[in-house]
């Protein structure tokens, strides 16, 4: 099988394509949001690692920035930001040190996080997430279609309507199980596999799937013309994922949320 020519589903997909994806991620992501990757995927998982010993936990303030980081990752939901913002830093710490205690099965764990105000399945299995990235997914919309392309569900693929259900998040973690005891990858880099396909809205049961990955990437346009020295008149692609936030952001401010 060709190296474009290959199943992109999770039970099918193989390590060396996998790999090819997740290598794509830090290019696609929109530049406005490296700072906030890098506090989700770096140094907040870092940080909850060290208070490990003691018992780990998530601060009100690190619980706020997650929120505006799944925010500008997704759908935009303008009250959110203002529910979490009203738990007490007390409540948090407490909620969360006990979601993340040794041997406490992750579906009890989500839901202890979401007695927290504004914080429902999605957002509990975000906070999860940082606390493991190895073993516990977000529950992103990208994820969750990837995850669940086949079965039932309205409408199919990209546009799969979505409950954000703590059943809905046992049945992501089963395939999300099945895909780490097969490939040994994690759940945080199969997120991130995810997202790259679903901006790109590549058909993932198509055999070709790779292969249209590429062509997205090569067709994000023109977004300005080279100086002297540089190659005038050269074309410069845009990165489609972030024309893409940013008609979303301009959709926001003009609706005033």
């Not at 991620?25 to 890098?38: F, G, H, K, M, Q």
């Not at 690190?62 to 935009?76: A, C, P, Q, T």
């Not at 979490?84 to 007390?90: E, G, K, L």
């Not at 090569?218 to 013309?225: E, I, W």
Request: with cysteine; proline share 5%.
């Amino acid at each position: 099988m060709s190296p474009t020519k290959t199943t992109l589903k999770y039970a099918q997909i193989s390590k060396p394509t996998f790999d090819n994806i997740l290598s794509r991620y830090a290019s696609i992501v929109p530049s406005a949001l490296r700072e906030l990757d890098e506090l989700r995927y770096d140094t907040m998982p870092a940080t909850v690692q060290l208070r490990e010993e003691k018992g780990a936990y998530l601060t009100k303030d690190e619980v706020v920035k997650l929120v505006e980081w799944k925010l500008k990752h997704g759908r935009f939901r303008p009250k959110l930001l203002s529910l979490v913002s009203s738990n007490s830093p007390s409540d948090i710490e407490k909620t969360t040190r006990e979601a993340f205690s040794p041997n406490v099965p992750t579906p009890l764990a989500l839901n202890d996080l979401t007695k927290l105000r504004g914080i429902g399945p999605a957002t509990a299995s975000l906070l999860l997430s940082v606390h493991d990235p190895t073993h516990n997914p977000f529950f992103s919309d990208e994820l969750f279609r990837w995850m669940l392309w086949d079965t039932r569900g309205s409408p199919k693929g990209w546009q799969r309507t979505i409950s954000y259900t703590a059943k809905q998040y046992e049945m992501l973690l089963t395939c999300v199980d099945r895909l780490r005891e097969r490939l040994g990858v994690s759940a945080v880099d199969m997120e991130k596999v995810a997202w790259v396909l679903g901006k790109a809205r590549v058909d993932v049961g198509l055999e070709e799937g790779l292969g249209k990955l590429e062509e997205w990437e090569k067709g994000g346009g023109v977004v300005g013309v080279g100086k002297k020295g540089g190659g005038e008149g050269m074309k410069r692609k845009r990165n489609p994922a972030e024309a893409e936030w940013r008609s979303a952001e301009l959709k926001a401010h003009a609706e005033g949320v």
